[in-house]
């Protein structure tokens, strides 16, 4: 893929990631966010964060499955976008919701599981958005920084649970969310399985292009 | 008798939108009109349209009315869908006529009624209630019907008597959200079910409702017959019925059997109870910005009474 081509992809994944915003402004705009607004920008906010993450940890996949390089070069923008809806989301939450009810919010976070592991989640993002600069790579050296970044399968899992625990049982759609976050594991467990069986030794066997393990 | 509308609508603009919403049913009177004069006069009034009644100011509250707007587009009615807009965009496929209700179970005079004649039973009344939802938002609604009693009292229940079953029409041509597919998994039971104590029941706060804001109920609300039992959360209020049926033993319901942890049979609006995953202390009045205090038995202190001795955490 050309440096152009790249620069391209990058614009078109901006353009996706901030379209989310871009409607959402323009809904606040015509008056149009329900009679419930907090709870329609709060929701909207978590479900693209929730989408957001999922793609960025589809890339991979599609490298493994495909052969395609070229999604690598966009986990870290996708991963940053999820990050950035994800603390959208609680900014909503903590001043338009609960307009700085602290003991409230503070009891919620512990009673609340839902609310835990969501909190947990953005906690563990940002390191990860935090160590997301080449510099930073280069700082912590590569297999460590893999190790860290591996930090996002736990946040992928956080985020599926907070939907799931927090609707209300006859609502269908976190499922499907934790349906595509299952599915993009298991194709990551069935390549680390396949490259080790193939390799014949107790660990996997180290790829040749780069990023490999997040 | 003219009724009192909430401050905040524009006559304009309550007609134009329900005009809007019950097209289908505005055209079919028109039809009915049109190839039967004669008995024009007979017509039930189809939803969008001017109810009479009786403002009772004794339920009149402090508290400002929700806009009709946002009391008829954002809704829990899942036999329509799960989304709030669900049934404001999908209330076309409902017929609220012609509809009967049963009355039946442990009564001396079981009885099928046509809806209109339950409609004639009593004069109607208006009665602003508070309505809070167990997801912890809430509204307040004039709305139009009398008191249940009345109809229980007409089928005369037995001795044995001791709990009243509400059942939600199941159709799935008038209810998209009835329909079996690959993407409503995890649903309710249909049909919806619902159910109160006797007690509860023939409490005067426990309205049959036929009307809101002036009006003929809107699909959308539960047309054309639903009950409103202010004291607990939403969903027990149930809607579209088409059968009430007296028992001695308790009911199952819908929510219960969805998920017995979390609502309970009871489900009285109780600030000290928290549902398992959120807390019920606060609510979002629909139209205001902070949150407000929920109040015990949703502010209706008068029901305290039938709950008397009773572990309200256990029996939740």
Redesign the interface.
């Known amino acids: 893929m050309t440096a152009r081509a790249r620069v391209a992809l990058k614009v078109v994944v901006w353009a996706a990631c901030l379209a989310p915003l871009g409607v959402l402004g323009y809904r606040a705009f015509e008056g149009d966010l329900?009679?419930?607004p907090?709870?329609f920008v709060t929701n909207w906010l978590g479900d693209w964060t929730l989408r957001i993450l999922l793609v960025s940890l589809a890339m991979t996949p599609l490298r493994i499955l495909l052969r395609w390089s070229w999604p690598i070069a966009l986990r870290r923008l996708l991963g940053l976008f999820a990050c950035f809806y994800a603390s959208l989301h609680f900014c909503v939450w903590l001043v338009?919701?609960?307009?700085f009810?602290w003991r409230?919010m503070g009891?919620?976070i512990v009673?609340?599981?839902?609310i835990t592991v969501g909190m947990t989640a953005l906690l563990l993002m940002i390191p990860l958005a935090a160590t997301s600069t080449a510099g930073a790579i280069r700082r912590l050296g590569g297999a460590r920084w893999r190790w860290l970044h591996r930090l996002v399968y736990v946040v992928g899992l956080c985020a599926v649970l907070h939907y799931l625990?927090?609707a209300?049982?006859?609502?269908?759609?976190p499922?499907y969310y934790a349906a595509a976050f299952i599915l993009l594991m298991a194709i990551r467990a069935w390549d680390w399985t396949r490259r080790r069986v193939a390799a014949g030794s107790p660990s996997p066997r180290p790829s040749p292009q780069r990023g490999e393990g997040a | 008798m003219l009724i009192k509308r909430g401050g905040e609508i524009k006559s304009g603009e309550i007609t134009d939108r329900a005009l809007y919403l019950n097209r289908r049913a505005f055209m079919a009177g028109a039809a009915a009109l049109a190839l039967a004069p004669g008995v024009a006069a007979a017509a039930p009034p189809a939803a969008g349209q001017p109810l009479a009644a009786t403002h009772n100011k004794a339920f009149d509250l402090p508290d400002a009315t929700t806009k009709f707007q946002d009391a008829t587009t954002y809704n829990n009615f899942y036999e329509f869908g799960v989304n709030k807009d669900d049934p404001a965009n999908l209330a076309g496929t409902l017929k609220p006529r012609p509809w009967k209700v049963q009355v039946d179970g442990l009564v001396q005079k079981p009885q099928t009624f046509d809806v209109d004649d339950v409609i004639r039973m009593a004069p109607l009344e208006e009665r602003v209630y508070r309505l809070r939802c167990v997801e912890g938002w809430s509204m307040v609604i004039p709305w139009i019907g009398f008191p249940l009693s009345v109809l229980l009292k007409r089928v005369d229940p037995t001795g044995s008597a001791k709990y009243v079953e509400f059942s939600t029409l199941v159709d799935p041509e008038q209810f998209p959200g009835q329909k079996k597919g690959f993407f409503n998994f995890g649903g309710l039971d249909w049909p919806y079910t619902e159910g109160l104590r006797l007690d509860e029941a023939l409490h005067p706060l426990t309205l049959l409702t036929v009307g809101m804001y002036g009006q003929v109920l809107p699909n959308q609300n539960g047309a054309p017959i639903r009950v409103v039992v202010p004291w607990k959360y939403g969903f027990k209020s149930a809607k579209s019925i088409v059968r009430i049926r007296l028992t001695s033993d308790e009911p199952k319901t819908a929510w219960n059997k969805a998920a017995p942890q979390e609502y309970g049979f009871y489900s009285n609006v109780n600030p000290k109870v928290d549902h398992p995953r959120w807390s019920q202390a606060t609510e979002r009045r629909i139209g205001e910005f902070r949150r407000r205090p929920t109040l015990m038995w949703n502010g209706y202190d008068q029901v305290a009474g039938l709950y008397s001795g009773m572990d309200l955490k256990k029996l939740y």
């Open positions: 329900t009679a419930n907090i709870s338009l919701d609960h307009f009810a409230q009891a919620d009673k609340r599981p839902y625990w927090l209300k049982k006859a609502n269908p759609s499922y």
